[in-house]
Each structure stands twice: as structure tokens, then as C-alpha cells.
């Protein structure tokens, strides 16, 4: 199977769902011509794009459009409902000494490779204490998740969301808008805190109490009770149904063992190149790679990144080693929330500076410096100025670009 040239002759990529699929893709349209094979542990293929499952599709929007279309001629075998029960990248380190390696699958079957693309994404994390204890408790992160979830939600039942970061304040947005009420419960001082920080998180609370959705922030939640959740400060929260939207974990457990980083996500260099294995790559949101961008190692869990990375981890295990070009990424995010877009380009910490707009109205742009540069940009309804934005955190522009003329507003406060 592998050449004796010690050329590709088989790729695996574990994990068909947006990057695996995207990766594959690229393979091919960057002429790999050798055995191919796809696997995945959904059963659904073409793989569902994730977004839409919390927002119309939740509420009873059309399944069949939140399908991710496949480019045709991607000839790869599929290997579906199927998990890798391990990974053991030295077997095929034979006479000719060319890296490969051996994906152990279930019922004792074998999968060779000589080049692998991990693409396992992540998992809906649920917190000891919230797992049992309620009758009609939910994650959201598959299709059936989302199916079972929507049926939950007719008859008008009281919903209780355990987190605010994005998929828990789209959840609650959409519930809002068939009439259920709604409590959000936050352990972290504001929503979307982590991604936009304190300030603006602050914020944007205004957007889901103007909506109607109860929101508790500064306050975790501990245990479920039959008739709802109970918190840290001894209060509850009455729920007919409860969802736990407290963040997500990276699929590594198969790759325990295998030698790979797998702290927070598979480590990879600045190429999406595994560190310390030759012909591994990843990408989505299970990677966590060196972005020269910003100096520093991250794992993104956005959409767009996820797509980008996927093409960039692809041309890299085809350079094996010569050549592969540094992945600079740009982490890029849009939601929906209360039929207002948000969108976050760049990285949220820093002071906050708002530069257009009023956030009273709810429609503004926040830029994020470090003190020298634009490191972030926060549009808020205001997506024509994303763009021009973007451009600046991706030049790393000087803060003294922002007293032009045309994006100072009054209130402008400049960070010095
Ligand atoms: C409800 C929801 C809303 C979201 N909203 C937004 C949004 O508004 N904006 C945004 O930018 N992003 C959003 N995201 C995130 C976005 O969907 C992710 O960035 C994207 O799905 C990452 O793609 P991925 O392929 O890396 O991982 P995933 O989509 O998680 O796919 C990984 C695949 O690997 C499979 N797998 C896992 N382990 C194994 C294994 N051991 N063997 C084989 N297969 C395995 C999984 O079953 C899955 O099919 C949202 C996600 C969810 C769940």
C-alpha cells in the first residue's frame, strides 16, 4: 500500500464531518491521486453544517438545507458509524523506514495509512453534577442532539440554558422567538465573556433582558433537580426542560497512547503539522496550532477558521515536510442572536474601544488593541464595516490608524 518511494499512496482522515470533508477535498484538487478513505463516526454523509442546528433548524427550520455539499470526484471509500479505538503510529516504520502508522478500529480491524488528517472535532462537555438528576436534560452539538432537543421544546415548556457562550445565547435567542421563557445561567461575570471579554459580553447581557430572557451571570450551576437546576448561591432556577451549553472538550480520547500532544487539542506547528510525527496533520476545531499571526498557540472553534485550516493541513501533508507554508489565521466568527449579527474578527482581550455607532442602540463597532495595535474588531449589526475592520487586524495595524478621521466617533477614547 505504501510506495516503495516512499510516496502517498493512502491517506486517512478521521473525522467526516466540515474539516475532514474540506481537507479531503483539497487533497484531491491538489492532484493526490492514491487511495483515499473517510472515517467518521456519524452515519450521515454528506456531513450537516453545525451552525443552523441552533438556530432555525432548532425551532423547525428545513434539516435538508443545513447539508455541506461535496465536491464531486472526491472518490474517497467511506468508513462511517465507524471510531478508531486507537492510534499506533509506529507500525509501519518497516525496511524502508517511512513514517505510517495504524488506526486499530472496532472488532479488531486495521486501518493502515502512510498520511493522516485528524478531524474529530469536539464534544459537548457536561459538568459533573449536571448530567442526571432532571428528566429532560440536552446538549446541542449533533443532529440527533438537535432533533431530540426540538421535540423537547413544543408543548411550551420553561427552558433553562446552563452557559452563554455562542450556543447557549443562540439557543436561548431562538427560544425567546417561539414565546418560551427562558433563563440563561452564566458562572463567568457576563455572556460570550471568553471570546469578547468582560466589557463587551456586559454589553451585549442588555440584548437577551430587552428580549425577555432571564439572565444570571457570576453564578455556577451545581446540581439538577427533577423540577429544575440548582445553584451555587443556594437559589434555583425552575425548568421543564435544561440545556447544557457550558462550553466543549477536543475528540482525542482515541489518540491516547499514541504519542501525539493531546492537551486541549492535538499540538501542531505552525504548518498544522503534528508535533513529533511525521505525515500527521489536523485541523477544526480538534487542532490547536501555532498561529505566527499572534505568537501564540490557540484552538479555534469557528466555522470559517475551520475551513481554511482544513485547506492549509491538507497542502501541508502533501509538501511532506518540503516546503509547507505556515497557516496565519485570522479567527473569524458571525452569530444571530435576538435578529441581531454579531461578528468578531481577530482576539478579544485588551481594552475595548468603541469606534462607530452607540451600543445603546445596539448597533457599534469595538475594536480591541494591545495597547500598540488593532488585535480585534466586534461588529455589532454594523456588517459593512467588517471588512475595513478585518483589514486592520490583519495588518496588525497602529493604534494610530484608529484617530483617522474616518474612524473616530465621538466618545472615542484613545488607549493610551
Ligand atoms: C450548535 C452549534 C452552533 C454553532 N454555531 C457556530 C457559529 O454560529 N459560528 C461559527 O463560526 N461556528 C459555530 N459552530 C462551530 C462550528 O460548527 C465548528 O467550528 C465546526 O463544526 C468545526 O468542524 P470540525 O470538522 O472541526 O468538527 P466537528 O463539526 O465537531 O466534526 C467532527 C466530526 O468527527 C467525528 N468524530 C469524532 N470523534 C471521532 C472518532 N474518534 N472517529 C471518527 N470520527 C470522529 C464527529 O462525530 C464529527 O462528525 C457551532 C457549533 C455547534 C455545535
Known sequence: M???????????????????????????????????????AESDFPPYDRPPLAQAVLTGGDIDGTRLPVEPGLDAELLLDTTPEGLDLKSLKGLMGYPGGTLQLSGARTLDFDGLVIATGV????????????????????????????????????VAVVGAGFVGCEIASECRARGLDVTVVEAGPAPLARVLGTAMGRELAALHRDHGTVLTTGVRAVAL??????????????????????GRAPRTDWLRGSGLDIEDGVLLDATCAAVGAA????????????????????????????????????????????????????????SEQYGTTIEFVGRGTGVPYVVSGTVAECRFVAVYTDG????????????????????????????EVLLAPMAVKPGFRHPT
Open 2 to 40: 505504501r510506495g516503495i518511494d516512499g510516496t502517498l499512496r493512502h491517506i486517512a482522515v478521521v473525522g467526516a464531518s466540515l474539516a475532514g470533508v474540506r481537507a479531503a477535498e483539497t487533497l484531491r484538487r491538489r492532484g493526490y491521486d492514491g487511495r483515499l478513505t473517510l472515517v467518521g
Open 123 to 158: 464534544v459537548a462537555r457536561q459538568p459533573a453534577g449536571l448530567r442526571s438528576g432532571h428528566p429532560a436534560v440536552y446538549v446541542l452539538r449533533t443532529f440527533e442532539d438537535c432533533l431530540a432537543l426540538r421535540a423537547a421544546l413544543l408543548g411550551g415548556p420553561r
Open 225 to 246: 433537580r427533577p423540577d429544575g437546576v440548582e445553584l451555587a448561591d443556594g437559589t434555583s432556577v425552575p425548568a421543564d426542560v435544561v440545556v447544557i451549553a457550558a
Open 279 to 334: 505525515r500527521v496533520v489536523a485541523a477544526g476545531s480538534v487542532a490547536r496550532w501555532y498561529n505566527p499571526l499572534f505568537g501564540e498557540v490557540m484552538r479555534v472553534e469557528h466555522r470559517a477558521d475551520t475551513v481554511e485550516q482544513a485547506v492549509a493541513a491538507a497542502e501541508t501533508l502533501l509538501a511532506d515536510g518540503a516546503g509547507a507554508l505556515p497557516f496565519e489565521s485570522l479567527p473569524y466568527f458571525r
Open 372 to 399: 500598540q495595535h488593532v488585535t480585534g474588531a466586534l461588529c455589532v449589526d454594523m456588517p459593512s464595516q467588517l471588512a475595513r475592520f478585518r483589514r486592520m487586524v490583519a495588518a496588525r495595524a497602529p493604534v
